[in-house]
């Protein structure tokens, strides 16, 4: 699993919204981000967004959706500013092999008494943190995946490895189309505690991960046309704002 060290280095975080679904309820999987960024903190401020300093230079945030974010109130790096993503797990000796030993991710710290490790694929990375809870982790109703991008070739070996290895192997290694842009290859996997992890091949998702000059165009237009307003309208339910 050497070659999963070349991980992409871009970290990107997809956000869905499903209609019909009022709400979702959250579970205890999904701990928050860290990121390091000044202007984050600042921008929170000028908005009247709540925040709590829990450490000194540090502050706890909430997302509309009841996602926790910590930001450090320093400059941002030039580099990835999002420093961790941190996961429950209810034994982080058993998490700690899996992403460790299977998955082959290096350990950057581990914390006995607090419970917890560091773990990651490259020194300018964003890294994984486990956190102990003690506890089942309840995946609620809402809960997300994280997608790691890795050179195309991998692919097979991780799903043979998992297979060897008796291992939960949600979605075998697949292609999957976008019209008019690139195919991506992926596998999906799950964690001792049921975490979705995606492997996709790396050289579409760079492709699929460019900056598109429209996209904030294609977006109000696709919001415009979507005729969600109407939706909400029929099935007499509100439509939360932005």
């Known amino acids: 699993m050497k070659n999963l060290r070349k991980a992409a280095k871009l970290l990107v975080m997809e956000l869905t919204y499903n209609y ?3 709400e979702y309820r959250l579970g205890n999987d999904f701990l928050g ?5 000044s202007q984050a903190v600042t921008n929170a401020r000028k908005m009247g967004w709540p925040l709590r300093e829990i450490a000194m230079g540090i502050f706890e945030t909430e997302a509309p959706g009841g996602y ?3 930001l450090e109130d320093k400059e941002q790096p030039k580099q990835d500013p999002v420093l961790k993503v941190t996961l429950a797990v209810s034994n982080l000796q058993k998490s700690v092999s899996y992403w460790s030993d299977l998955l082959g991710m290096n350990i950057y710290e581990r914390d006995e008494e607090k419970q917890r490790a560091l773990l990651g ?3 300018n ?3 994984l943190e486990l956190q102990d809870i003690g506890g089942a982790v309840d995946h609620g109703t809402a809960f997300g995946r994280i997608a790691f991008s890795c050179p195309r070739e991998e692919l097979p070996n991780i799903e043979a490895l998992m297979k060897k ?3 939960k192997i949600l979605t075998p290694l697949v292609s999957l189309d976008t019209p008019g842009k690139a195919t991506v290859q992926v596998v999906i996997l799950a964690d001792p505690d049921g975490h979705e992890i995606c492997f996709v091949g790396d050289e579409a998702f760079r492709e699929l991960s460019k900056l598109d000059p ?3 165009k294609l977006l109000d237009d696709a ?3 979507d005729k969600s307003d109407e939706w909400f309208a029929k099935h007499k339910m509100q439509k939360a704002s932005a």
Do not use: I, P, R, W
């Not at 981000?33 to 960024?37: A, F, K």
């Open 121 to 123: 694929y490259a020194d």
């Open 68 to 70: 926790k974010f910590y």
């Open 125 to 127: 990375q964003c890294k």
């Open 20 to 22: 019909g679904v009022g």
């Open 165 to 167: 290895e008796n291992q």
């Open 33 to 37: 981000v860290t990121l390091t960024s």
């Open 214 to 216: 429209n996209g904030n």
């Open 223 to 225: 919001m415009a046309a």
